[in-house]
C-alpha cells in the first residue's frame, strides 16, 4: 500500500495497524506523536487503528537533550 509519511509516499507491504508500522519503521511507539489522516491519535489506539492505502501520517519523534 502507499502511505504519504511526513510529506513523502513510501510503499509498504501490509495490512498493517498503527503500531506495527511504527515497528517497520523502527521507531518507539512511547517517543512519538502521530497526526492520522488530520487526526492527532492517543497512543492507546495505536494497536487498532488499520491502515489503508492512500493515508497520510506526520510523525513527530520526541529527543531528549539539554
Sequence with gaps: MNLTINGATRRIDG???V???LDT???DA???AIE???EV???AD???VELH???CLEIVQFVGGG
Design 46 to 48: 495505536f494497536a487498532v
Design 41 to 43: 491519535l492517543l497512543k
Design 19 to 21: 503500531s506495527s508500522l
Design 15 to 17: 495490512p498493517l495497524t
Design 36 to 38: 492520522y489522516n488530520r
Design 53 to 55: 492505502d492512500g493515508d
Design 30 to 32: 512511547n517517543r512519538v
Design 25 to 27: 519503521l523502527r521507531l
